[in-house]
């Protein structure tokens, strides 16, 4: 004899935001705790000074392959930048795209600045690379 059950077939997906709540650091001091917008501005430039697969405490997803770009043409590492940066921070769920890419080339040296427009709002964001 099968047991007579009811299945509810109502039941509503809610997509919710995980809280973003971080210890706020501050000239390497953590000085409390931050959330939102400062929280992922913080989160962002972490990414992006984290050279992929070097650190075992992270995940293969996390961090940027800069040490790649050494010795690469300037032309080369603008084009390799965006991707990078783009592949990198695209991976938190917080981050919808970045645009508005703009390179300043002096010397060895490229800095690239760049819009990342998030959940929260867009966070304008540089990062600088020795060639």
Sequence with gaps: MLPNATINTDLEILDEVQASKTYK??????QGTTDDLQALQQAIYKILDTEKYEHPIYSFNY?????????????????????????ALLQDDRITDCINFNFNVTGDEVLCEFDVVSIYGTIIVSKGVSI
Excluded: A, C, H, P
Aim: glycine share 6%.
């Design 25 to 30: 650091f501050n000239n390497e001091k953590i």
């Design 63 to 87: 961090g940027i392959e800069f040490s790649k770009l050494i010795g690469q043409d300037s032309t080369y590492v603008q084009i390799e930048m965006k991707r990078l940066i783009k592949e």
